[in-house]
């Protein structure tokens, strides 16, 4: 399982290409929309806890304290 602000950005992406499949019978369509809603759900979670540890980090720096020991950093993509 990855777990990087990219691939969250990636799932969105795959959601909206699934919403937008104009193949998609209505009952399939209700059912990506309910799938789509607990995503942007849970994206909006990640996103907030990646917001407030870029807070805590300028706190630290605004205090002379080097913040990147403290964070995660994302290894690059291959």
Do not use: C, T, W, Y
Request: aromatic letters at 2%.
């Amino acid at each position: 399982m990855k777990n990087r602000l990219s691939d969250l950005n990636d799932h969105l992406f795959a959601q909206i290409e699934r919403l937008s499949d104009e193949d998609l019978s209505p009952e399939k369509l209700e059912q990506e929309g309910k799938r789509a809603a607990a995503i942007v759900s849970l994206a909006d979670q990640v996103i907030r806890n990646a917001s407030l540890k870029i807070q805590a980090a300028k706190i630290l720096s605004d205090h002379g304290i080097d913040p990147s020991k403290h964070l995660i950093i994302e290894d690059k993509k291959p």
